[in-house]
């Protein structure tokens, strides 16, 4: 939904259902740009672009993927989030990814691989913050960002803990000040 600065509001997506499947409860299912709106498609889990007054266009293949937690890189012209890749078989692999913004038929490119779960990535101007977890651990990853929009090295910040093999502590919604300190739950 938009509301317009007279208040009244309209319905961006109309015949669309903007819900993601990611982790099966879902995630982020859309982000908010200047010039359009992106969004999860529940039907077909693909990522869509709206730009302000036109139809919404696939920018994802048509494929088991599913993608959620997205924030637009307007300098490099780029989503980042979380993507759940079903393609084959057993358990799905998530991975953090980015997407270009007017379409990309490979699905995306992956930026971090190998944990069980991610969510939330967040950006600064030269940095990338993303949850991650692991069976019995959860942690928050700090990425450099070079000026092609890849995560190159990345470091982790102290605050994951498991006692026993339960966790004790949980780290989301990890977040930056406007002078780049990071911030997390």
């Known amino acids: 939904m938009r509301r317009t600065a007279d208040?009244?509001?309209?319905?961006?997506?109309?015949?669309?259902?903007?819900?993601?499947?990611?982790?099966?409860?879902?995630?982020?299912?859309?982000?908010?740009?200047?010039?359009?709106?992106y969004f999860s498609n529940f039907a077909d889990q693909r990522l869509y672009r709206q730009a302000h007054g036109e139809a919404p266009q696939p920018i994802t293949p048509e494929t088991q993927l599913r993608y959620a937690d997205y924030v637009v890189d307007h300098r490099r012209h780029l989503l980042f989030g979380v993507r759940?890749?079903?393609r084959g078989p057993g358990e799905a692999v998530n991975?953090?990814?980015t997407v270009k913004?007017?379409?990309?038929?490979?699905?995306?490119?992956?930026?971090?691989?190998?944990?069980?779960f991610?969510?939330?990535?967040?950006?600064s101007p030269r940095w990338l913050a993303t949850g991650?977890?692991?069976?019995?651990?959860?942690?928050?990853?700090?990425?450099?960002?070079?000026?092609?929009?890849l995560a190159s090295e990345r470091r982790r910040l102290p605050g994951h803990t498991a006692c026993g093999g339960r966790l004790t502590e949980s780290i989301f919604q990890p977040e930056w000040s406007p002078d780049g300190v990071s911030f997390y739950s």
């Not at 913004?101 to 930026?111: F, H, K, R, S, T």
């Not at 977890?133 to 070079?146: D, K, N, T, Y």
């Open 101 to 116: 913004c007017d379409g990309d038929e490979a699905g995306g490119q992956v930026l971090a691989a190998g944990n069980d």
């Open 118 to 123: 991610y969510s939330s990535p967040r950006l």
């Open 7 to 37: 208040g009244q509001t309209t319905d961006v997506t109309a015949s669309y259902n903007v819900r993601t499947r990611v982790h099966e409860y879902g995630g982020g299912a859309y982000a908010v740009a200047p010039d359009a709106v």
């Open 84 to 86: 759940e890749d079903h």
């Open 132 to 149: 991650l977890a692991q069976p019995e651990s959860s942690q928050h990853a700090v990425g450099w960002l070079r000026i092609c929009g």
């Open 95 to 97: 991975t953090l990814v």
